[in-house]
């Protein structure tokens, strides 16, 4: 049986519905939740538990950070018999409606990155799985925004003014994008929702707001715990709501 190069995993390791929060030690503690679990891997930025919420199996698998690496969690994911996906992310407010620990579900995605475009061509949209943000939106009413998300490749592009060499050319379409109405941005959304039709599978997003995207780079808050933990109490309401819908 095949272990997978990057996320050293076989088929049959993971649920057909997997979380996706970027770092190993959210992952973990995601998993603390669940009713019964087991470490599956552990390898470079991808630690794997699987285990079952409210009686239906569920994984949770960390992809680190950006495009490339979520890509590959996603490819090898398919390839061992997952099929649906949410991100459990953070992301920096671009709206004044979104304040530091609101929530975001993420129906579409702009890509302002280089990834997706070896997966489709960049007119194709990059849109969340209707069915995951119904069930997601459902779980969540009245605490979560739904709109926009601007996924860049750069991290730190945006902080402090957008103050290297490339700023002002990439502070124009980003202005464009906030004018479409957009109101957050992340390194991942987009990638997953593209990789995600590529296969055929299904891909949501869910977002905390951390940090406003002007905030100077000594003011950045990396993960704050209470906008971790409001993540992950609603990530785990979104999850119970979607395995509802499936069969045990």
Not at 13 to 29: C, N, Q, Y
Not at 149 to 170: E, H, L, Q, V
Not at 206 to 215: D, I, R
Request: glycine share 10%.
């Amino acid at each position: 049986m095949k272990r997978m190069m990057h996320i050293s995993l076989v088929a049959g390791d993971t649920a057909p519905l997997v979380l996706l929060p970027g770092s190993p030690e959210r992952a973990e503690r995601i998993a603390s939740h669940f009713d019964d679990c087991e470490d599956k891997a552990y390898h470079r930025e991808y630690r794997t538990f699987t285990g079952t919420l409210g009686g239906k199996p569920i994984s949770v698998c960390s992809t680190g950070i950006g495009g490339p690496s979520i890509a590959i969690a996603v490819e090898e994911l398919v390839q061992v018999g997952s099929k649906s996906f949410l991100r459990v992310g953070t992301g920096l407010s671009v709206s004044e409606e979104v304040k530091r620990g609101d929530l975001v579900l993420a129906q579409g995605a702009v890509r302002m990155e280089g990834v997706a475009e070896q997966y489709l061509p960049p007119e194709y949209p990059a849109v969340s799985d209707p069915y995951l943000l119904m069930k997601a939106e459902r779980a969540l009413s009245g605490r979560v925004h739904i709109g926009t998300c601007i996924t860049r490749s750069s991290y730190y592009t945006p902080f402090g003014g957008f103050s290297r060499p490339s700023g002002p050319r990439i502070m124009e379409r980003w202005n464009e994008y906030l004018g479409g109405g957009a109101i957050i941005s992340d390194t991942d959304t987009a990638i997953l929702y593209i990789v995600a039709s590529s296969l055929g599978a299904k891909a949501s997003s869910l977002l905390v707001a951390t940090n406003p995207c002007n905030a100077q780079l000594p003011e950045i808050e990396d993960d704050p715990e209470d906008c971790e933990d409001a993540l992950i109490a609603a990530a785990l309401e979104a999850a119970r709501s979607i395995l509802d819908g499936q069969e045990g």
